[in-house]
């Protein structure tokens, strides 16, 4: 039996939209629910990097394009990238520790948007999703991305566990799979 729910697709598909619908659903059926999703930030049209938004609405940076070509050794990078892993903590630490606390009375959601290279970055982070999967008061709702290049191991992780469903995002399912998704995280809490 499932008692986790995650969205995988490529990039752009539109895995964010999804979980913010189901998010929507669960909160005005009063389900508790916390968590972050990354949203894009763009200036003048072009894409600058990614903030994390928390459900309760803090934000802040993930990352932002890098403006000089030398990196310090320092630097978590990916691609044009830079990651700002300390904003990152800051933000969601806290609220996954929160999730994790209270009565087990009522399972808790968790929505975890992403779990890809750059939240990686964090081994803290890591340290949290892991004590939540194996936990059992939480429900996960979360996005992995696709496998491309070099395997995550955490995501890797998520997606051969048996108590995990992974849903895949495609352009021919994403306006119809709503909710088949919310129906699996409802059999989780149960």
Known sequence: MSRHVFLTGPPGIGKTTLIQ????????????????YTEEVKEGGRRRGFDVVTLSGKRGPLSRVSSDSSTSRRECRVGQYVVDVVSFEQLVLPVLRNVN???DAEKKICVIDEIGKMELFS???IQAVRQMLAGSGTV????????KGRPLDLVEEIRSRKDVEVFTVSK????SILQD?????????Q
């Open 21 to 36: 619908k189901v998010t929507q659903a669960l909160k005005s059926s009063d389900i508790p629910i916390d968590g972050f």
């Open 123 to 125: 081994q803290a982070f």
């Open 181 to 189: 998704i919310l129906a699996a995280v409802e059999s989780c809490r």
């Open 101 to 103: 606390q209270g009565s």
């Open 172 to 175: 021919e399912n994403r306006n």
């Open 140 to 147: 996960l709702l979360g996005t992995i991305p696709i496998p």
